[in-house]
């Protein structure tokens, strides 16, 4: 892994002119991305995440936190994706909509702080899924040293762990829109109501992967497949149920063929 890490600050050391910034968002990704950019630039890498009220609080903090391990200038920056209508109407063009907020948002910081770079952290894993995202940010000029360098997921685990991060196992998460079906506008009653149950099913269960996918009055649990053997306890259902019900679902499923990235878009194209 060391030669992969150091080709990773070699790119920065060959690609920066001066400042760069990196979008971080809290995930192992964009951590070693900057990780890297900090060993190649020192104190002319700027980590910036977005807080645009779709973030969890716990993606929040976890990016707080591992800019502290990395030792990077950090900024948070805070806008309302909820008060773009593109963004709201929640079709298959969510994330492109997002993605070109935030990129227009990176654009803007990386001129105040003087930066000629932007980097994120996509990697060439990321490629082989439906990410109108990706698109969004490249026509905003931000570039993907992971891809280029032709990094993959496991690599970049591996690196994160050899350099003690404290997220290198995180599970992958995604903005909370994600949990409502195509097509159904996104709220902000829908996104907390989606995070507090989130939260209680990883209370109740101890597991770490966790969508609960929002679809009126179901509630749709997802884990980790790996983790699925933690949820089948009657008991613990039971409490489920009623801590979900509480909070306004009238009806709690659990998926049972687990978290795979991408479902929600699945079901949604066979016509759920």
């Known amino acids: 892994m060391d ?27 964009s951590a070693v991305v900057a990780l890297a950019a900090k060993q190649a630039l020192g104190n002319d890498a700027i980590a910036i995440t977005a807080d645009y009220k779709t973030l969890s609080e716990e993606e929040l903090a976890t990016a707080r936190q591992v800019a502290k391990e990395i030792d990077i200038d950090h900024r948070v920056i805070e806008y309302d994706e909820l008060e773009n209508p593109e963004f709201v109407k929640n079709d298959r063009m969510r994330c492109y909509h997002c993605r070109t907020e935030l ?13 000629a770079l932007i ?15 990706i698109r969004a940010l ?21 690196i994160a762990k050899s350099f003690g991060l404290s997220i290198y196992d995180k599970p992958s998460n995604a903005c909370l829109a994600s949990r409502i079906p195509t097509g159904i506008e996104v709220t902000y009653e ?3 109501r989606i995070e507090t149950a989130e939260i209680i099913v990883k209370s109740i269960f101890g597991v770490r ?14 884990v980790g497949r790996d983790e699925l053997v933690k949820i ?41």
């Open 3 to 29: 030669d992969t890490f150091n080709k990773l600050v070699e790119w920065f050391a060959k690609n920066s002119g001066s400042k760069v910034i990196v979008a971080l968002s809290g995930g192992v990704d």
């Open 190 to 192: 829908k996104l907390q």
């Open 138 to 158: 490249r026509e905003n000029g931000v570039r993907s040293p992971m891809v280029e360098l032709g990094i993959t997921k496991s690599e970049i685990r591996e």
């Open 232 to 272: 089948f306890d009657v008991d613990k259902l039971a409490l489920l149920d009623s801590k979900l019900k509480e909070i306004g679902f009238k009806f709690v499923s659990i998926d049972a063929a687990g978290y795979r990235t991408g479902k929600l878009v699945m079901i949604d194209n066979n016509g759920y």
């Open 119 to 133: 980097v994120d952290g996509t990697n060439v894993d990321d490629l082989s899924d439906y990410r109108p995202g």
């Open 209 to 222: 992967q966790v969508r609960v996918r929002d679809h009126g009055d179901l509630a749709r649990v997802e």
């Open 103 to 115: 990129g227009e948002h990176l654009v803007e910081e990386a001129k105040k702080a003087g930066a």
